[in-house]
């Protein structure tokens, strides 16, 4: 069965060398890894979104960045005080 979940992602925790550039079509990439919880936490999320690490950052304990939840859909995906579209300034790329 499918389904479908919500979410957003904090972009500026985003660290700007984490994104990387296509060399077939020059658009930009930042690789995530989604974790699904078995339970929802007190906000209702059931996943968390990161910033993918290499076995070398995973097995040196490089801290995980982690930049968003997931929640299924109907849920408001919006964090409280969150800014509308078009009013974000200063992206990382």
Do not use: H
Not at 13 to 38: A, F, M, Q, R, V
Not at 45 to 72: A, D, F, H
């Amino acid at each position: 069965m499918s389904t479908l979940y919500n979410g957003s992602i904090c972009l500026t925790d985003i660290p700007k060398d984490k994104i990387t550039t296509s060399e077939k079509n020059g658009k930009k990439y930042l690789n995530i890894t989604l974790w699904i919880n078995d339970t929802a936490d007190q906000y209702g999320n059931i996943g968390s979104l990161q910033i993918s690490q290499t076995k070398q950052q995973r097995e040196g304990g490089e801290k995980k960045v982690y930049i968003g939840n997931v929640k299924p859909q109907g849920s408001n995906p919006t964090p409280s005080g969150a800014p509308a579209e078009g009013e974000i300034e200063d992206l990382p790329f």
